[in-house]
């Protein structure tokens, strides 16, 4: 442990500029399969070595740079995986499994960044080259992080005093299906588009849900929906469209749900606090580089609830996931 206190700040200088040496060395510890070679148990390099078949010095420096990321416990030279890299980078029975996600930035989104200066620069993403089996990866990717914000959203919201759910133009099937397995009295519909409706049936019918669930593949503008919701979700729509848009998306939210329903808006958001909550900004950075998408401000999205007909009130800030802003039908 160091005896020294670093009273210039610099420390914290570099701790920033070198996370991507951190990152990296997490993607090739879960693509190497470092963490699935400890779901056997605790080992040391050595052993490690031997269970990977990766040479013992590079398995030395990633678990060492693991440990020290709080990711791996190391007592005497052995090294065990913590309960959240168990759960979640072993490919562990009935757990998320995030290692396409970690693949998905690895493969898609770190080349990308390697040319966030002329983003900056420009205001303009990086071309996206999603041709072969770079689709899959980006789908795969992205989705299993959305099954990441659809679960931490259940545990953090009470589903069960709903009963009509109706996920609007949303991205996955994972947040209606979270919901609906937290809540047994609650029906659930999906609307959206081609590839996203498609992958949304498969996601409600696969957690078990899909008898309860209805699909609507058609525009959330124009699609024949009943009325009545108690429950609206609107999750990562902002970011994907402009003001305008956004604002006839919550206008439509508004016509299709019961007085007093509730709205769910999930997506990331700028904040006007004196240290802004990193996550937010660095997904602004992520989807500028990307597609061009934008971050919006959160007070300048509860503008365009309050001009739709919806009451904003209190925003849950979902840990290492999006904030969700909880608005009520006036």
Same mark, same amino acid.
């Given at each position: 442990?160091?005896?020294?206190?670093?009273?210039?700040?610099?420390?914290? !200088?570099?701790?920033?500029?070198?996370?991507?040496? %951190?990152?990296?060395?997490?993607?090739?510890?879960?693509?190497?399969?470092?963490?699935?070679?400890?779901?056997?148990?605790?080992?040391?390099?050595?052993?490690?070595?031997?269970?990977?078949?990766?040479?013992?010095?590079?398995?030395? !420096?990633?678990?060492?740079?693991?440990?020290?990321?709080?990711?791996?416990?190391?007592?005497?030279?052995?090294?065990?995986?913590?309960?959240?890299?168990?759960?979640?980078?072993?490919?562990?029975?009935?757990?998320?499994?995030?290692?396409?996600?970690?693949?998905?930035?690895? %493969? !898609?989104?770190?080349?990308?960044?390697?040319?966030?200066?002329?983003?900056?620069?420009?205001?303009?993403? @990086?071309?996206?080259?999603?041709?072969?089996?770079?689709?899959?990866?980006?789908?795969?990717?992205?989705?299993?992080?959305?099954?990441?914000?659809?679960?931490?959203?259940? @545990?953090?919201?009470?589903?069960?005093?709903?009963?009509?759910?109706?996920?609007?133009?949303?991205?996955?099937?994972?947040?209606?299906?979270?919901?609906?397995?937290?809540?047994?009295?609650?029906?659930?519909?999906?609307?959206?588009?081609?590839?996203?409706?498609?992958?949304?049936?498969?996601?409600?019918?696969?957690?078990?849900?899909?008898?309860? %669930?209805?699909?609507?593949?058609?525009?959330?503008?124009?699609?024949?929906?009943?009325?009545?919701?108690?429950?609206?979700?609107?999750?990562?729509?902002?970011?994907?469209?402009?003001?305008?848009?956004?604002?006839?998306?919550?206008?439509? @939210?508004?016509?299709?749900?019961?007085?007093?329903?509730?709205?769910?808006?999930?997506?990331?958001?700028?904040?006007?606090?004196?240290?802004?909550?990193?996550?937010?900004?660095?997904?602004?950075?992520?989807?500028?580089?990307?597609?061009?998408?934008?971050?919006?401000?959160?007070?300048?999205?509860?503008?365009?609830?309050?001009?739709?007909?919806?009451?904003?009130?209190?925003?849950?800030?979902?840990?290492?996931?999006?904030?969700? !802003?909880?608005?009520?039908?006036?």
């Amino acid at each position: 442990m160091s005896l020294y206190q670093d009273s210039s700040g610099a420390a914290r !200088i570099v701790e920033v500029a070198t996370g991507y040496m %951190a990152a990296k060395q997490l993607f090739a510890a879960g693509e190497l399969g470092l963490f699935a070679a400890l779901a056997s148990g605790p080992a040391s390099a050595a052993d490690l070595a031997r269970r990977t078949g990766l040479p013992e010095r590079t398995v030395r !420096i990633l678990a060492d740079a693991m440990s020290g990321l709080g990711l791996l416990t190391r007592t005497g030279g052995v090294y065990t995986n913590t309960p959240a890299t168990d759960r979640h980078l072993t490919g562990a029975a009935g757990e998320l499994d995030l290692r396409p996600f970690l693949t998905f930035l690895e %493969a !898609i989104s770190y080349p990308h960044w390697l040319g966030f200066g002329a983003s900056a620069r420009t205001g303009e993403p @990086a071309p996206l080259d999603l041709d072969g089996e770079r689709m899959e990866v980006f789908l795969t990717g992205v989705m299993t992080y959305n099954s990441l914000h659809a679960r931490t959203l259940a @545990a953090h919201y009470d589903f069960t005093p709903h009963r009509r759910a109706l996920d609007l133009g949303g991205l996955s099937g994972a947040f209606l299906a979270q919901a609906m397995n937290a809540a047994p009295e609650l029906r659930g519909t999906f609307c959206a588009e081609g590839d996203l409706a498609v992958f949304a049936k498969r996601t409600l019918d696969e957690a078990g849900v899909g008898d309860r %669930a209805e699909l609507a593949a058609a525009d959330p503008f124009t699609a024949d929906l009943t009325t009545g919701y108690d429950l609206v979700l609107l999750e990562h729509v902002v970011h994907r469209f402009g003001p305008e848009r956004n604002i006839r998306y919550a206008e439509r @939210a508004r016509e299709l749900a019961a007085p007093g329903a509730t709205l769910l808006l999930l997506d990331f958001f700028l904040d006007a606090d004196p240290v802004q909550r990193v996550v937010d900004a660095l997904h602004a950075a992520e989807y500028l580089v990307i597609d061009g998408t934008t971050v919006y401000p959160e007070d300048e999205v509860r503008g365009w609830l309050t001009e739709s007909g919806w009451e904003p009130g209190q925003t849950l800030c979902l840990p290492g996931c999006p904030r969700v !802003i909880v608005a009520y039908a006036r």
